[in-house]
């Protein structure tokens, strides 16, 4: 059975509660959960592989590896694979998300991540981390601006999460639009925006939990029945309707195959969560 995602928004409590990262170690069912950390999305891959390193041992975790996968020579060294084979977490950090799939893409190290996490492992990223979980992946785009063609760009991503799009940091830096002009590209997909401090847990790749301090907007694309994106200049206001959005506080889950609420809080089993039984919907 596949493990968990654990999809985070960026700028995650490191200091106080740590709600999200101690999340992620409850979530691997050890009493001591051993993490690999990859930072190579990272600019400064070391120090921020040293920061999380320090934060999980502070959180109770039995071990803490570091991949130094800075190239795609490295990505391909059997050590590195050791590395996720020996972890039930594995975390991938932000920084720039096309530098995390074009040196892990196609190589080793990406085969035995897939492998790791069909098997069970728990799988996290925080904000470039994020966005490559989808894939196809937003990899820039202006903020604060109206819905416009070109306002997005999209690249393949890791392919965790297919058919939906992933953007982080999302309230706190006006990424709406930009988020609604990628669904608009393809409505087919379900565009999440995930606020800083707050993570979606998917499970099974359909049943959607929200942790955090904030929330997060789904965007739903697939009953437009007016659309303009093809006819319009490239910084053109777009015409989009109808568009469902839903946005979800910590606590609220989704179910991204049939796109409606469904009830938090726990059954007669424990949480809905856990994968023992399908959530109620509302």
């Known amino acids: 059975m596949a493990g968990k995602l654990v999809i985070i928004g960026g700028a995650e409590d490191q200091n106080q509660h740590c709600t999200?990262?101690?999340?992620?170690?409850?979530?691997?069912?050890?009493?001591?959960?051993?993490?690999?950390?990859?930072?190579?999305?990272?600019?400064?891959?070391?120090?921020?592989?040293?920061?999380?390193?320090?934060?999980?041992?502070?959180?109770?975790?039995?071990?803490?590896?570091?991949?130094?996968?800075?190239?795609?020579?490295?990505?391909?060294?059997p050590s590195s694979a050791t590395a996720l084979r020996e972890a039930s977490i594995i975390f991938i950090t932000g920084g720039d998300q096309l530098r995390?799939?074009?040196?892990?893409?196609?190589?080793?190290?990406?085969?035995?991540?897939?492998?790791?996490?069909?098997?069970?492992?728990?799988?996290?990223?925080?904000?470039?981390?994020?966005?490559?979980?989808?894939?196809?992946?937003?990899?820039?785009?202006?903020?604060?601006?109206?819905?416009?063609?070109?306002?997005?760009?999209?690249?393949?991503?890791?392919?965790?999460?297919?058919?939906?799009?992933v953007d982080q940091h999302f309230a706190q830096r006006g990424r709406f639009g930009r988020l609604i002009a990628a669904v608009a590209l393809n409505p087919g997909f379900l565009g999440i925006g995930i606020d800083e401090d707050t993570a979606i847990i998917v499970s099974e790749?359909?049943?959607l939990e929200t942790v955090g301090s904030y929330g997060i907007s789904i965007i739903d694309g697939s009953g437009l029945f007016e659309t303009n994106i093809s006819e319009t200049a490239p910084y053109e206001t777009l015409t989009l309707s109808p568009l469902q959005v839903h946005i979800l506080a910590h606590g609220a889950g989704f179910d991204l195959l049939r796109r409606r609420l469904i009830k938090s809080g726990k059954g007669e089993q424990g949480s809905w969560f856990t994968g023992k039984q399908a959530p109620p919907e509302v």
């Open 100 to 165: 995390l799939t074009s040196i892990l893409g196609g190589t080793a190290l990406m085969e035995t991540l897939w492998e790791r996490f069909t098997g069970g492992a728990i799988l996290a990223g925080t904000s470039a981390g994020a966005s490559a979980m989808s894939a196809t992946m937003i990899i820039g785009g202006e903020a604060g601006q109206p819905p416009q063609r070109e306002l997005i760009h999209m690249s393949p991503g890791l392919g965790f999460l297919p058919g939906v799009l």
């Open 205 to 207: 790749n359909r049943w």
């Open 20 to 77: 999200i990262l101690k999340k992620v170690l409850e979530l691997s069912e050890e009493s001591k959960a051993r993490v690999a950390v990859i930072a190579t999305a990272s600019a400064k891959p070391a120090q921020t592989g040293q920061d999380y390193e320090q934060i999980f041992y502070e959180l109770g975790a039995e071990s803490v590896r570091i991949l130094q996968v800075l190239s795609r020579k490295s990505a391909q060294d």
